[in-house]
């Protein structure tokens, strides 16, 4: 069977922290890759990284570079590449930025990895996930946008933090764009298997419903630069996982959808089976009209940031 290779596609502040994680978790070789101009530093990090396996007893091969060969025959990709907006740089902006990026990307992971599971991290999400499919063309349940994973875990902290127990014993689900949008459906929430609206009033949920649509703006506001990467990186790394050890998983990505929820042609947040198959099925989970109106609203969201990439 040999090792699992994992390529990162991207060194900053998330390809650092999966890298790490990726041999923490002693899930294969890692490869690092960024821009000419910061070889050394994705070497430097690789380093630095590889002189911890023998305090966490992990025998990862961890590297850094700037040429995609070095990425041949990867089983998993995380594109995490972009730039971040900067003052006076409209969204458009951003955008077209970024709609490059990910567009020489996808170029060279269909070269070198195309038989990979690939997974975008890039923001603006939606759009970023559709392009790399649009330009690499290729299988679309081998790409997947990582958001809902973050998502779900927001919730699933707030709700924690609020009753004052482990977020591990809530279950919940976040459908939709990545984005203000996004629509948690508190409704299916669970704590120990008890429905979230016997624990909680309804202007509490409220109140988390809110909060999780904009923690990545808390943090961003906290934080003074950049976004959050501790929690996005050890999302994308669950679903690298559970692509490589075929685990089955129900995660919810941004999945390309073929009549599901009533929409076709574009990637939307969704429950997923996600195993050696790749995004292996959608699940489809019965909405009440006003949630399934919050999802429309939130599919002409993605719809209007996917007609921006104009592809
Ligand atoms: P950052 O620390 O800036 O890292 C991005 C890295 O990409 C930098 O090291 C760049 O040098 C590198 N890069 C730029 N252009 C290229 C290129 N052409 N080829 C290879 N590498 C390149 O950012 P970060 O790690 O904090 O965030 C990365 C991305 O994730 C951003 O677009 C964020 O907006 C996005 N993000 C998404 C979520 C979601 O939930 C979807 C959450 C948090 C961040």
Known sequence: MGRKKIALIGGGQIGGIMALLAAQREMGDVVLLDIPEKENVVKGKMLDLTETNPLFSSSSCLTGTKNYADLAGADVTITTAGLPRKPGMSREDLLNINLQIISEVATNLKKYCPDAFHIVVTNPLDSMVFAFMKVSGLPKHKI???????????????????????????????????????????RLATVGGIPLSELLPQEKIDAIVYRTREAGTEIVNLLGSGSAYFSPATSAIEMAEAYLKDQKRILTCAAYLNGEYGITGYYIGVPAIIGAGGVEKVLEVKLTDSEKAALNNSLEAVKKAVAETKL
């Open 144 to 186: 997947a946008g990582m958001a809902g994973v973050l998502d779900t875990a927001r919730f699933r902290s707030f709700v924690g933090m609020e009753l004052n127990v482990s977020p591990k014993d809530v279950s919940a689900l976040v459908l939709g764009g990545h984005g203000p949008t996004m629509v948690p459906l508190a």
